[in-house]
């Protein structure tokens, strides 16, 4: 039976699954996000926190394209730190902790008010295929058929998710929560391969019985950074003034605990062998670093709160699948927490993944036209990974939808664009996380210019409005007009001991800032702040920068070169055959992605071009 008709649905309420649901309403597709549960849309399974190390710069790319995610840790956070500050701006990145109970309240009253989406509670178990390989729609658990011309898959760990705690098997996708079944049965039918992955989180702590006085105090800082341009104060990164933060706290297991985990590696879901999956290398459980770092004699845990009205606590760094009896062991084997009591048990789990290898960079799969992948179901581990993927895959269905040109993002112009770019020409061995080192642009791609760099794409897309891109463009404007004042403004100095006559730009890479600028020189300066640090950046790295502008420009050439969707690369002269076979299972969407793709020669990106006709 035919309930109804949508332009796209999107399958899970998650973090990929709210930013695809919400992109897509926003550019006006009818839009309808199924869910288990509408109480958990926006529910943060594990680390209650938004951000990190390269996260925190995709989160301010989602922002930048319209996304929601920015606004809502600024509204919901209650530790804002900036990482890294020590080292270059290539490499910083904001994190929050985040009120756990606030920020999915935040998410549902945004999704719920969302004009053009609909909130269904109900299980999809099946989706609709036509004869000629296109989506059609829906079918769900309750009986029901819904129509759609584009659908986004974002089950995260719920799809035949299982938990493990020691020898215990509990089918669900989340703790207390059902999983998904049926969908694994369409993937299975249309020759998807599936994989299973494993992630983990620790125990949640009651923190009356937590000794903060045996551990070191972690504070946010003053003043604290935010994620979304658009939070007040408009126009900037930071918060104008300090405002309150909770306190998070910093301990270290001991010898003792790690001769508990080891007396009992053989009773973990890991290395007991109950678990098949392949889980995170950077995000890995107690027990695997206790095995992979035998000579490390301890390891560093943060103590973060939950939220403001809760009293539960998160012990980062303590994932495991331990007996829960072995679990209240070795927590109380550190500092701090020799008389905790456990509020939830760890626990790893285990579900399945479609290899994004299946994927184009715009997130649809290659055997089903209008069926588009976002977040852990592509073999990622992060919110904000997550979010990353369905801002991107919500545009894409929309386009889909109707029967516009599909869009993808270059690597030189966001880490969503790296990270997609990964996924699909590389694949996944593990749960994927994002990094600085993993772009080759990070003197582009930084934290504080995501919204130069994107807005423009949100605003010819629709997720911006004119007056945000006229306020962007505004400080564009100033900040150039600056930096061609200080490239103009000559003044004697004092550099390496010898009095000589240099341009005010050169000054930033002797180690000036504005502020030096004016005290000591006397000259005008900005008053705004974001541009005052963007011309202290641009200018302090400005023959880097120039030197990736240069490299950038020559490999945009290949990104420019479109393949056709058709293309029969047998008949591709000078080709050898495993050039063609990787090509044709791939599919690149542009020659720079093909260029990507291990085994590709240049050999074969030069007989590609000569046949596309870009060389002579």
């Not at 690369?569 to 055959?577: A, E, I, N, Q, S």
């Not at 990507?596 to 590609?608: E, F, S, Y």
Request: proline share 6%.
């Amino acid at each position: 039976m035919i309930v109804d008709e949508f332009d796209v649905i999107v399958i899970g309420g998650g973090h990929a699954g709210i930013e695809a649901a919400l992109a897509s309403a926003r550019l006006g597709s009818k839009t309808a996000m199924f869910v288990l549960n509408a109480d958990t849309i926006g529910q943060m399974s594990c680390n209650p926190a938004i951000g990190g190390i390269a996260k925190g710069i995709v989160v301010r790319e989602i922002d930048a394209l319209g996304g929601e995610m920015g606004r809502a840790i600024d509204m919901t956070g209650i530790q804002f730190k900036m990482l890294n500050t020590r080292k270059g701006s290539a490499v910083r990145s904001p994190r929050a902790q985040a009120d756990k109970k606030r920020y999915r309240e935040y998410m549902k009253k945004v999704c719920e008010n969302q004009e053009n989406l609909y909130i269904k509670q109900d299980e999809v178990v099946d989706i609709i295929i036509n004869s000629k390989g296109m989506v059609e729609g829906v079918k769900t658990r309750l009986g029901c058929e819904y129509r759609a011309k584009a659908v986004v898959v974002t089950t995260g760990t719920f799809l035949a998710g299982t938990i493990y705690i020691g020898d215990k098997r509990i089918p669900g996708g989340r703790a207390g929560e059902p999983r998904s079944e049926g969908l694994a049965d369409f993937y299975k039918r249309m020759g998807f391969p599936l994989e299973r992955f494993k992630t983990g989180t620790p125990a949640r702590l009651d923190r009356r019985t937590i000794d903060f006085s045996r551990m070191e105090p972690a504070p946010g800082d003053d003043p604290p950074p935010k994620f979304s341009f658009w939070t007040e104060p408009l126009g900037s990164y930071w918060f104008e003034e300090s405002k309150p933060q909770e306190l998070c706290w910093i301990t270290y297991t001991t010898p003792k605990t790690h001769r508990i985990i080891s007396q009992n590696l053989n009773r973990t879901a890991l290395y007991g062998g109950l678990i098949k999956g392949i889980g995170p290398r950077y995000c890995p459980s107690i027990e695997d670093k206790i095995v992979k770092f035998p000579d490390r004699e301890r390891h560093q845990v943060f103590i973060e709160p939950e939220g403001i009205d809760t009293i539960e606590m998160y012990p980062n760094g303590l994932s495991t699948s331990l007996p829960e009896e072995v679990q209240w062991e070795m927590y109380r084997s550190i500092p701090g927490l020799e008389e905790v009591e456990l509020i939830r048990p760890a626990y790893a789990i285990e579900y399945y993944i479609v290899p994004p290898t299946f994927l184009y960079p715009t997130l649809e799969t290659k055997r089903v036209r209008g069926l588009f992948h976002a977040g852990n179901f592509n073999g990622t581990t992060g919110y904000e990974e997550a979010g990353g993927q369905g801002i991107l895959a919500g545009i894409n269905a929309h386009l889909r939808a109707t029967g516009k040109e599909t869009i993808y993002l270059r690597r030189d112009e966001s880490y969503i664009g790296v990270m997609v770019d990964d996924l699909t020409t590389k694949g996944v061995t593990e749960p994927y996380r994002l990094f600085t080192s993993r772009s080759e642009y990070r003197l582009h791609l930084r934290q504080d210019n995501a919204i130069l760099r994107l807005a423009k794409i949100g605003h010819g897309l629709g997720l911006l409005s004119d007056e945000q891109y006229l306020a962007v463009k505004e400080i564009e404007e100033e900040i150039q007009r600056w930096r061609e004042f200080y490239k103009r403004e000559r003044v004697v100095v004092s550099l390496g001991g010898s009095q000589k006559n240099h341009t005010v730009s050169t000054l930033f890479t002797a180690g000036y800032t504005v502020k030096r600028i004016k005290e000591e020189l006397g000259l005008p300066f900005p008053e705004h702040p974001y541009v005052a640090e963007e011309l202290e950046i641009l200018l302090k790295y400005e023959p880097y920068i120039e030197r990736e502008r240069k490299l950038t420009e020559k490999i945009k050439k290949l990104e420019d070169v479109r393949i056709p969707e058709d293309i029969e690369y047998h008949k591709v002269p000078g080709l050898t055959k495993e050039a063609v076979q990787k090509l044709s299972e791939m599919r690149p969407v542009t020659v720079g992605q093909a260029s990507r793709i291990d085994g590709i020669t240049p050999a074969t990106i030069t007989a590609l071009l000569l046949y596309l006709g870009k060389l002579e």
